[in-house]
């Protein structure tokens, strides 16, 4: 089964600041990586299909990069309402798995 | 708009049996794969299973094979997870969910569309 293993797990920033959130495959998945974010007593949404598409929309400093087995997630320019909890996704076989998660906090 | 409703969801003892159930509207149904994700409050997202657009091909994770089942009635716009021998570790909120384009061959895409949710608790 191919894992896929987040970091951070937990990041504090400020509004204004860049942030990049890491996934790693366990085996090369192409560009089968998705990403989410998720607020507190809210479903996830999709952000970024595909590794590097951007959801229909999504603000533009959300961004997505990678292929194989080592991606990441952008946020160019924090904004207050992107403080959340963000998760990598494979899609690449089945099983599929999320990753860790990544909680965004204020500093 | 593409809307999705998960009903079904209720206390439970351990060893018991459950069915979910998630209504699908305002997109083709039977165009997409179909999956269930849960997740325990407070925790992380959990893959549970895929069923292809046609209900030709199930998946399962680990950790619900041989103890769930997807399903799906493509006539009524439906989406359904049997759920048996149900363990005090299969409480969580339970979303119903479409991949965000269609797929005819053996791949599988990322989810754009999720319900609010139904909650399991499996509990004596």
């Known amino acids: 089964d191919i894992q896929v293993t987040q970091s951070p797990s937990s990041l504090s920033a400020s509004v204004g600041d860049r942030v990049t959130i890491t996934c790693r495959a366990s085996?090369?998945?192409?560009?089968?990586l998705n990403w989410y974010q998720q607020k507190p007593g809210k479903a996830p949404i999709l952000l970024i299909y595909?590794?590097?598409s951007l959801q229909s929309g999504l603000p533009s400093r959300f961004s997505g990069s990678g292929s194989g087995t080592d991606f990441t997630l952008t946020i160019s320019s924090l904004q207050p309402e992107d403080f959340a909890t963000y998760y990598c996704?494979?899609?690449?076989?089945?099983?599929?798995?999320f990753g860790q998660g990544t909680r965004l906090e204020i500093k | 708009e593409m809307q999705l409703v998960e009903s079904g969801g209720v206390v439970v003892q351990p060893g018991g049996s459950l069915r979910l159930s998630c209504a699908a509207s305002?997109?083709?149904?039977?165009?997409?794969?179909m999956h269930w994700v849960r997740q325990v409050p407070g925790k992380g997202l959990e893959w549970v299973s895929v069923?292809?657009?046609?209900?030709?091909?199930?998946h399962y994770a680990d950790s619900v094979k041989g103890r769930f089942t997807i399903s799906r009635d493509n006539s009524k716009n439906s989406l359904y997870l049997q759920m048996n021998s149900l363990r005090t570790e299969d409480t969580a909120l339970y979303y119903c969910?479409?991949?965000?384009?269609?797929?005819?061959?053996?791949?599988?895409?990322?989810?754009?569309?999720w319900g609010q949710g139904t909650t399991v608790t499996v509990s004596s």
């Open positions: 996704q494979h899609s690449y076989s089945p099983p599929i798995t």
């Open positions: 085996q090369s998945i192409g560009t089968f």
């Open positions: 069923i292809t657009w046609d209900g030709s091909s199930t």
């Open positions: 969910t479409k991949e965000e384009r269609i797929s005819r061959g053996y791949y599988f895409y990322g989810m754009d569309v």
């Open positions: 305002g997109f083709s149904f039977d165009d997409y794969n």
């Open positions: 595909a590794a590097s």
